[in-house]
């Protein structure tokens, strides 16, 4: 799939896909039948960029992301979450909270100063949202 990118000026980019499984609910009625609880097979993409390697020749590695990712979401009622405790569990919301973990795991755990530029989720087949930080570094 082709995905929309930011300009930027690194020599690498990296994009790593993955589906987790969860249910979630909006508590409120205007969400009209996203009030119930209802489950969906999440599609995520993460992209991210730098100039350098590591030293095995990874910019980061996609195991990494994906056990980061399924070890949070993957077969959860995310409204229990705790990055949703004070937020609904929408696709916007949750396309940023993803994001801010994997920023904050490449900003602790990666030498090689990384930048994750963009996550793009899909709800449905039909239905993705693209979150992109304004000012990225």
Request: hydrophobic share 35%; net charge negative.
């Amino acid at each position: 799939m082709f995905y929309p990118i930011p300009d930027h000026d690194y020599e690498y980019e990296l994009n790593k896909d993955l589906n987790f499984s969860a249910a979630h609910h909006i508590p409120d009625a205007r969400a009209g039948k996203c009030e119930r609880v209802h489950g969906h097979t999440y599609h995520v993409n993460i992209t991210i960029a730098g100039d350098v390697l590591d030293d095995l020749g990874f910019l980061v590695n996609f195991s990494a992301l994906k056990k980061l990712i399924m070890d949070a979401f993957d077969h959860r009622l995310l409204n229990d979450h705790e990055a949703f405790r004070d937020i609904p569990p929408t696709s916007e919301t949750l396309a940023k909270v993803i994001y801010d973990m994997v920023d904050e795991y490449i900003t602790a755990e990666q030498p090689n100063k990384l930048e994750c530029l963009q996550i793009i989720l899909k709800e449905t087949p039909t239905s993705y949202v693209v979150y992109r930080p304004k000012g990225r570094k």
